[in-house]
């Protein structure tokens, strides 16, 4: 076929349309790649998304945020900090990321006290956080701070044996208590023998296994801020009520004598049978959604014997399998109901509210208490065990009046460590030593061997 002039121009033309339809569809693929795009982390852990913690808690922030980092013309740390925050903006597309170069804002940095280069400041709702953990949980914690509508005040009380809410100890709540100021809440100690008046702005007031007797004006303290509508958590144990029995009354409790002994926890490999294995949990918001064992060590079982002032709620309960054991814990334990021991379920977690007055502006509030039989649970020596540390957070956070944040876990680091035998470290040296060098050597004189044949 002869190609005529008029026929080269057609095909001139054709290339031309052709080369710019496929720049324009290029384009446009570029275009989409930036609105639009999947991806996939086969990582170990998940390690770069976003944790269930860190996505339920964007979930919360209903407004945008911002976060401003503040880190010098820092190729390496910049790109730090955008590889961290890149999920976030991914999950919440109304997250603003502003990097600022310290140097040329010197008046801006000391109104906000940064001190370190690579420090994050975010904003949420008119309230600011200041980060220098560059790390996800660092991040989260921040945000969950920043979720909160008010700073919430946590008072422990002391000087009778109690909890230390930041002690170091097996017996203290170090790990629980550095775990909720990292939530954003305030944690103070209180001793009524050094300061009479109960600190004002008080959210929540705690009773953490006391070993000393309360003394009766002590105890009227207690309850006339509970008559006025506070909140509390009372974390008890088996054995003597330490002089809190009229408070007790005061709440429509009573606790069963002894100590509670579960069978179940032998089948968990468990050789003490005062450990208390919580498996299912009653309908109620400290436990919606949650579904992991909790372990309670020498736990006493409540129940709720006056129903006029407040509303009673068990939210942990034993399972069939277990009683209050009134006898000695020697040899044989077995159930005895002709000594006043019950079969269980037994409560060991229980929830009071009532409807409260506030002022003329606001409408009727609610008292929230929680009264647990152990708090063993929440100690550094047995805090990490299934979901303790978890429920606490939930306990807490409900007597808040943060339900909001209730099923939020709390954000544990993934283990990411490889751990080999010495027989599995020889048989790997040897394979790609001996073994993988000598079969390409094998391979190699194959093939020269055929082709000199051929």
Same mark, same amino acid.
């Given at each position: 076929?002869?190609?005529?002039?008029?026929?080269?121009?057609?095909?001139?033309?054709q290339?031309?349309?052709?080369?710019?339809l496929?720049?324009?569809?290029?384009?446009?693929?570029?275009?989409?790649?930036?609105?639009?795009f999947?991806e996939?982390d086969?990582?170990?852990?998940?390690?770069?998304?976003l944790?269930?913690?860190s996505?339920k808690?964007?979930?919360?922030?209903?407004?945008?945020?911002?976060?401003?980092v503040y880190a010098?013309e820092?190729?390496e740390?910049?790109?730090?900090?955008?590889d961290?925050?890149?999920?976030?903006?991914?999950?919440?597309p109304?997250?603003e990321?502003?990097?600022?170069?310290?140097?040329?804002?010197?008046?801006?940095?000391?109104?906000?006290?940064?001190t370190?280069?690579?420090?994050?400041?975010?904003?949420?709702g008119?309230?600011?956080?200041?980060?220098h953990?560059?790390?996800?949980?660092?991040m989260?914690?921040a945000?969950?701070?920043l979720?909160?509508?008010?700073?919430?005040?946590?008072l422990?009380?002391?000087g009778h044996?109690?909890?230390?809410?930041?002690?170091d100890?097996?017996?203290?709540?170090?790990?629980?208590?550095h775990?909720l100021?990292?939530?954003g809440?305030q944690?103070?100690?209180?001793?009524?023998?050094?300061?009479?008046?109960?600190?004002?702005?008080?959210?929540?007031?705690?009773i953490?296994?006391p070993?000393?007797?309360y003394l009766?004006?002590?105890v009227?303290?207690?309850?006339?801020?509970?008559?006025?509508?506070?909140?509390l958590l009372?974390l008890?144990e088996?054995?003597?009520?330490r002089?809190? =029995?009229?408070l007790?009354a005061?709440?429509?409790? /009573? *606790?069963? @004598?002894?100590v509670?002994?579960? !069978?179940?926890? #032998?089948?968990?490999?468990?050789?003490?049978p005062?450990?208390?294995?919580?498996?299912?949990?009653?309908?109620h918001?400290?436990?919606?959604n949650?579904?992991?064992?909790?372990?309670f060590?020498?736990? =006493?079982?409540?129940?709720?014997?006056?129903?006029e /002032? *407040?509303? @009673?709620?068990?939210?942990?309960? !034993?399972?069939p #399998?277990?009683w209050?054991?009134?006898?000695?814990?020697?040899?044989?334990?077995?159930f005895?109901?002709?000594?006043?021991e019950?079969?269980g379920p037994?409560?060991l977690?229980?929830?009071?509210?009532?409807?409260?007055?506030?002022?003329?502006?606001q409408a009727?509030?609610?008292?929230?208490i929680v009264i647990i039989?152990?708090?063993?649970?929440?100690?550094?020596s047995?805090l990490?065990n299934g979901?303790?540390?978890?429920?606490?957070l939930n306990?807490?956070?409900w007597?808040?009046?943060?339900?909001q944040l209730?099923?939020?876990p709390?954000?544990?680091?993934?283990d990411?460590?490889?751990?080999?035998?010495?027989?599995?470290?020889a048989?790997?040296?040897?394979?790609?030593?001996?073994?993988?060098?000598?079969?390409?050597?094998?391979?190699?004189?194959?093939?020269?061997?055929?082709?000199r044949?051929?």
């Amino acid at each position: 076929m002869k190609i005529d002039r008029k026929i080269h121009q057609q095909i001139r033309l054709q290339n031309l349309l052709f080369t710019l339809l496929f720049l324009i569809l290029v384009g446009l693929l570029g275009w989409l790649s930036q609105r639009y795009f999947l991806e996939w982390d086969w990582t170990a852990a998940g390690r770069h998304s976003l944790s269930e913690a860190s996505r339920k808690t964007l979930d919360k922030l209903a407004g945008p945020v911002k976060v401003t980092v503040y880190a010098r013309e820092n190729n390496e740390l910049r790109q730090r900090i955008d590889d961290l925050l890149a999920p976030y903006r991914r999950y919440k597309p109304d997250l603003e990321i502003v990097f600022v170069n310290p140097d040329l804002h010197p008046d801006k940095i000391r109104e906000l006290g940064i001190t370190l280069d690579g420090e994050l400041v975010i904003e949420y709702g008119g309230r600011r956080e200041k980060i220098h953990d560059l790390s996800e949980q660092g991040m989260t914690n921040a945000l969950l701070r920043l979720a909160q509508s008010q700073e919430k005040k946590i008072l422990f009380l002391q000087g009778h044996g109690e909890r230390d809410p930041l002690g170091d100890a097996n017996f203290d709540l170090g790990q629980f208590g550095h775990t909720l100021q990292q939530r954003g809440m305030q944690i103070e100690k209180w001793n009524p023998g050094k300061q009479a008046a109960l600190p004002e702005n008080t959210t929540l007031l705690v009773i953490a296994s006391p070993q000393v007797s309360y003394l009766p004006g002590e105890v009227d303290i207690i309850r006339d801020y509970l008559k006025k509508g506070g909140n509390l958590l009372w974390l008890t144990e088996p054995g003597d009520s330490r002089g809190l =029995r009229d408070l007790a009354a005061f709440l429509g409790i /009573t *606790f069963l @004598p002894g100590v509670i002994v579960d !069978t179940t926890a #032998g089948l968990l490999g468990i050789d003490d049978p005062t450990f208390v294995v919580v498996a299912q949990y009653p309908i109620h918001p400290v436990t919606r959604n949650f579904e992991t064992l909790t372990l309670f060590p020498q736990a =006493r079982a409540i129940e709720a014997a006056n129903e006029e /002032t *407040f509303s @009673p709620a068990p939210f942990l309960q !034993t399972l069939p #399998g277990s009683w209050n054991e009134t006898d000695p814990l020697e040899g044989r334990v077995v159930f005895d109901p002709d000594r006043g021991e019950k079969e269980g379920p037994l409560t060991l977690g229980l929830s009071l509210t009532r409807t409260i007055d506030t002022t003329p502006e606001q409408a009727p509030g609610q008292q929230r208490i929680v009264i647990i039989g152990d708090g063993d649970f929440l100690s550094n020596s047995y805090l990490g065990n299934g979901g303790n540390l978890d429920l606490g957070l939930n306990v807490v956070q409900w007597a808040l009046h943060n339900d909001q944040l209730i099923d939020i876990p709390a954000k544990t680091n993934p283990d990411t460590r490889l751990t080999l035998s010495e027989l599995t470290l020889a048989l790997i040296a040897f394979g790609f030593m001996i073994l993988l060098p000598l079969s390409l050597f094998g391979f190699g004189m194959f093939i020269w061997w055929r082709r000199r044949r051929a």
